[in-house]
């Protein structure tokens, strides 16, 4: 059974209706987004939400916001980032004081309305509710969307950022929420917020409005319509397919824990989507580089492509995979979320990579495992010489070591597992089998791939430039010599 957390906005309506209708949310989420009376809410709401929120095991987080009670905090204010910080800790000042009265403490942060959103894109207003986080409590975790720029800053800065999904919100292609102000935006079915929660938590995707699906990676759910809910909203079958709602996760789930809980920050994090046949997800890989998922190579051929073509601040290398492209940059001459934020927006269509060079290269089939391969593909080996000779190769991408060309367009039949045992040197030259991709090794190396012929051609030297003579895209004729 899948655990996710579960946090909705709290402590926004006063009266006695409000405190009602609060607490048949505390019955069902994790995590309560305290407003702090600055979009909503005021010292006697603020305390009566914690001291619920505490009895229920509810952890407790900080809801804070532009000072815009007038329009519930949905509308952008210009501050500087110094005011922005200050607000920020006479926020989580206030929350933390009624906490601790009521016997706990304020985990984590989430931005409202127009801030939160900011916060997404905005280096300066991100930044400065960093910074005030770190100044009031440096253990305090960021709760924000995936790939943001916010999420960035707070890992770089050393705070724990964890992502966060809206199962009441409509999404676009994207990976992008719908602005509030169009018409469906909100969902305000149940049932299909339910539905939509339970494939976010366990398959971690959402349906788009076009009807695409999207890949949104979170630790947390948010949801305001929990509140029309009863107990148990989404609480289904224990079948491994499906999601339960849990104020007491177990430690099977640590990456699905409230906020509150903490464990060891991983430095890999989802980014938002894109939509089909573009990016579909982005992950910082440490302080300096950032890997994009694409759907196929072809893709990640054009992605490369374009991203050099974009000329984009301090990238100093750009590496397609098989379906994914790396962006190597350094940071110390850009933002990386800046980067990260770019990348999606790259356009596939109007940048195509260089004309692929086509090369033929000689190969003297007597390999070693020829015969072998032969047999487990129940050919002749002048067939499987046949076979392999017959397409036109495409360079996939270089990995491995350097130089090594992954080559796709392996004829089905020679679809062949590497050796039990690799040897602890391949020949230069070697031409070889591994499921479905043939290599040529440009270097002497350990191996376990099927080695099947050799080439005199040199495929790398240290001392050439670019030192690797196959680059991705390229295409490879093989060609049979005695």
């Known amino acids: 059974m899948a655990v996710i957390d579960l946090n909705s906005d709290l402590g926004e309506l006063a009266g006695p209706s409000g405190r009602e209708s609060d607490r048949a949310v505390l019955e069902v989420v994790t995590s309560a987004n305290v407003a702090c009376g600055f979009h909503a809410g005021d010292l006697q709401t603020m305390a009566d939400t914690v001291r619920a929120a505490t009895r229920r095991g509810v952890v407790v987080g900080a809801h804070v916001s532009y000072r815009d009670q007038q329009d519930w905090g949905r509308r952008p204010v210009d501050l500087d980032a110094t005011e922005l910080s200050a607000q920020v800790i006479e926020q989580l000042q206030a929350l933390d004081e009624v906490a601790r009265a009521a016997g706990t403490k304020v985990a984590y942060v989430k931005a409202h309305g127009a ?78 917020a339910a539905a939509r929660a339970v494939r976010l938590a366990t398959e971690s995707q959402v ?97 490369a492509a374009a991203v050099t073509a974009a000329g984009l601040a301090g990238v100093q290398d750009v590496v397609p995979g098989e379906c994914t492209v790396t962006v190597l940059a350094d940071p110390r001459q850009c933002d990386l979320a800046a980067v990260a934020v770019a990348l999606p927006t790259c356009e596939l269509g109007q940048v195509s990579p260089d004309p692929p060079r086509t090369w033929e290269i000689p190969v003297v089939y ?68 591994a499921e479905n991709h043939t290599a040529i090794y440009p270097q002497a190396t350990p191996g376990g791939w099927q080695v099947i012929g050799r080439t005199e051609i040199v495929l790398f030297d240290p001392a050439g430039d670019p030192p690797a003579l196959l680059r991705p895209a390229d295409r490879v004729r093989l060609v049979a010599t005695s």
Do not use: N
């Open 115 to 192: 801030l939160y959103h900011r916060m997404a894109v905005d280096t300066e207003q991100a930044q400065a509710v960093i910074s005030a986080m770190l100044a009031h409590d440096p253990s305090l975790v960021l709760l924000t969307l995936p790939g943001s720029v916010a999420m960035h800053l707070a890992q770089r800065a050393g705070l724990e950022a964890r992502a966060e999904a809206f199962a009441d919100r409509a999404y676009r292609p994207d990976g992008h929420l719908v602005a509030r102000d169009v018409p469906g935006a909100v969902i305000q079915d149940v049932d299909l």
């Open 207 to 303: 349906e788009a409005v076009d009807a695409s699906m999207v890949r949104v990676e979170a630790r947390s759910l948010s949801s305001t319509v929990i509140r029309r809910a009863r107990r148990g909203w989404l609480v289904a079958s224990a079948a491994p397919s499906k999601m339960r709602a849990s104020s007491s996760p177990p430690s099977s789930h640590r990456d699905q824990l409230p906020p509150g809980h903490h464990h060891r920050r991983s430095r890999t994090e989802s980014v938002t989507p894109a939509a089909e046949g573009a990016p579909r997800a982005v992950r910082f890989l440490g302080e300096a580089a950032v890997l994009v998922e694409v759907d196929d190579q072809a893709s990640a051929h054009r992605l």
């Open 366 to 433: 007597r390999g070693d495992d020829l015969p072998d391969v032969a047999a487990m593909c129940g050919l002749s080996t002048e067939e499987v010489v046949r076979r392999h000779t017959a397409p036109t190769y495409t360079v996939a991408f270089l990995g491995f070591s350097p130089g090594f060309a992954y080559l796709t367009g392996l004829d089905p039949a020679l679809t062949v597992s590497r050796r039990a045992t690799p040897r602890t040197a391949v020949p230069a030259g070697s031409v070889a089998l």
